[in-house]
Structure formats: C-alpha cells, structure tokens
C-alpha cells in the first residue's frame, strides 16, 4: 500500500510541475536544439582533417559533455564547428539551468499566486482609485460591494453548515 501511495503522490507531483512550470516545454527545446546543433557540429567537422568528432554520435556526446560544462568532450577543429558549439554551450546551459531555477522558483511561488491572493490584491488596488470616480460609479461600486457581501455570507453559511 506504501509502494502505491508513493508512486501517486510522485505522479501527482510530476504532474503539478508539467502542469504549472515550464519544465516540460523547456525539456523539449533543449532536446530539440541538442539534436539540431550536434547535427549542425557533425556536418561542421565532417571531412575535416584532424576532426574527433566524426559521428553523429560523438556530436550528441559532445554536445551534452558541453553543455553541462563536463569539458570531458574532444573540442571541434574548424571554425564553424567551434561557433556553433560555443554557441550551443551558451543556449543550452542557458536552457538547462533556466529550466531548472524556473521550475523550482515556479513550483514554490504557486502558493503566493492562489487566487483568493490575487482577488484580495486587485481589491486592494481598486481601493487605492476610488478617488477617481465619478458619483454614479460609485453608487454602481455601493451596490456591486453590497451584493459581493450578501454572496460571501451565504458561502460561509454553506461552509459552516449553518
């Protein structure tokens, strides 16, 4: 029973995190362009005397060896092989480690973003405008409050079970 509680609240978790964070489509790009730019490095270095990177292969090897600064990878030879690794280095681990800050920062931040935090702010800010309006606004703001208030009560009537 433990095993499957475990295995729920993992999926539930992982869930949240798609759901609410951008990790999933940021694993995607990353995933995308790591193949994109090992393909763009392969054909860069491919007849090129001297070349170690001389599979797609050993591309994908290096581009992940790059990215996640390991620096155990074979560095490219020509030119065009070297900017679009160096520029692979900078987009991936800007993609990588993005990815991770914004799903932590975004996981944790959800509580503060709760709605009833968002309905109390913009109540908040209105209040700081009433100056600004005119007499039939604020008969139209009397009655809308007035309603508000009657339909609050009866929501903690039914909540109470009163």
């Given at each position: 029973m ?11 978790f ?6 609410h964070?951008?990790?999933t ?9 790591w ?14 005397a ?7 292969g ?8 790059a ?6 990878a ?12 160096g ?9 990588f480690?993005g990815?991770i ?20 702010e913009?109540i ?6 009433l ?9 139209l ?6 309603t ?10 039914k909540?109470?079970?009163?």
């Open positions: 433990k095993k499957r509680k475990k295995t729920t609240r993992f999926k539930r992982f869930k949240d995190i798609s759901a964070t951008p990790f489509t940021m694993l995607l790009m990353l995933i995308l362009l193949l994109l730019f090992a393909a763009g490095l392969f054909f860069a270095e491919l007849n090129v001297g070349a170690s990177i001389t599979t797609y050993d591309a994908l090897y290096w581009g992940v060896a990215f996640t600064t390991a620096g155990i074979d560095s490219p030879v020509s030119m065009t092989a070297r900017l679009v690794g520029l692979w280095i900078v987009i991936g681990s800007s993609l480690f990815a800050v914004a799903t932590i920062t975004g996981y944790f931040m959800r509580p503060m973003l709760r709605p009833h935090k968002r309905i109390i913009t908040e800010y209105n209040l700081e405008q100056g600004d309006l005119t007499i039939d606004e604020l008969d703001l009397k009655e809308t409050v007035d508000l208030i009657e339909h609050v009560e009866e929501i903690k009537k909540q109470s079970g009163g």
